[in-house]
């Protein structure tokens, strides 16, 4: 691609993420993504999907696929994500993302996406049996970020490379078809407490809901009892707490579950680790209990409440799909011009 710095973009501020509706969502999605969301949304406009499209870049039970979308936005709502001021929705009810990622499709380039580690990750040894979309979705990321122009998008460190192929599809769309500053080269949001939760029972693993042990996680709709009893379980090692960070960070299960004290209570990692150096979990892990069950059981408590009666969720999930379309059509119909398709209204 030509090596040009990129004309500035001139549009407003707007933040866009998604979590995919492929399962329970757990601690780690709440501390590395959702806690952010609700952050975020006082600071610009803010998009928020439920990645469905994405979800069944592997195989997802049809019948369960629909009540996992209503769970992810349950634990939206339910977290402080407000529908008035954000919009909540879910992917595939607003066609424009598909659309502009076949346009992007035509715009990436192999090499690009061979570079793409979580790929070959997922994929393992049976890349051939693959589903072309898995290899692909970091194309329909491109196209989430860029229907709606979001000049910021909140990211792990694991997606960081994928927004890098979205500023590299961006400024070769604005380059290939005259177009300098039309599509945002987008910034990551990847600062804040507990933007990476590790497994509790691997700490160099991150905590996931395809992990098959359940104890590896604690899941928003975990009771106060089962929230309690995997800090218990948790893994850790027989020494007592270190005095400083560098000496945590040689051990992972500990660092771990420092690290979600801390972004639990809103505090310094180096905060809380000096309040409890020197205890053992013997003390530690009641402290740290007692804080996830207080936090966490309201979350759990209401999204029950609202997955019992979804009528709720549907409606703030139409009125995001009106918004997400408002903004994501223009964009798409803007794009069609400048690649030069027929337009049937002119």
């Known amino acids: 691609m030509t090596e040009t710095a990129p004309a500035p973009y001139a549009g407003p501020k707007r933040i866009l993420s998604g979590v995919q509706t492929s399962g329970s969502l757990h601690l780690g999605n709440y501390l590395g993504a959702i806690v952010k969301f609700v952050r975020l949304q006082e ?60 346009i992007f499709n035509c715009v990436a380039r192999l090499g690009w996406l061979d570079r793409m580690t979580q790929f070959k990750e997922k994929s393992g040894q049976h890349k051939e049996r693959s589903s072309v979309g898995l290899y692909t979705y970091p194309v329909l990321q491109a196209a989430d970020i860029l229907v709606y122009k979001a ?63 359940d104890n590896s996680r604690i899941n928003l709709l975990d009771e106060a009892d089962a929230i309690a009893q995997k800090i218990r379980k948790a893994k850790t090692d027989p020494e007592p707490l270190p005095e400083t960070l560098d000496e945590l960070k040689l051990r992972p299960e500990a660092d771990n579950l420092v690290g979600i004290y801390a972004a639990l209570a809103g505090r310094p990692k180096a905060e809380v680790l000096a309040q409890f150096t020197g205890q053992g979990f013997g003390a530690f892990k009641p402290a740290l209990a007692e804080l996830a069950v207080e936090r966490m059981r309201p979350i759990g408590d209401e999204m029950r409440r609202l997955m019992a009666d979804p009528t709720e969720i549907d409606k703030v999930l139409k009125a995001g799909v009106e918004k997400a379309r408002a903004v994501a059509g223009p964009v798409v119909a803007e794009t069609k011009t400048l690649v030069g398709f027929w337009d049937a209204k002119a």
Not at 69 to 90: D, Y
């Open 151 to 213: 000049t910021h998008v909140p990211v792990g460190e694991d997606q960081k490379q994928h927004l890098e192929l979205t500023r590299d599809i961006a400024q070769k769309f604005n380059n290939d078809f005259g177009a300098p500053g039309f599509f945002p080269i987008t910034e990551p949001v990847i600062e804040g407490p507990g933007a990476r939760i590790m497994s509790l029972r691997d700490g160099a693993a991150k905590m996931s809901k395809s992990d098959p042990s």
């Open 43 to 102: 600071e610009a406009e803010c998009f928020y999907f439920l990645a469905d499209l994405h979800a069944i870049t592997v195989w997802q039970d049809p019948a369960k696929l629909a009540g996992q979308m209503r769970e992810v936005a349950a634990a939206f709502i339910a977290s402080g994500v407000n529908p008035n001021k954000a919009a909540i929705f879910p992917q595939s009810a607003v066609p424009e993302h598909a659309e502009l990622a076949w």
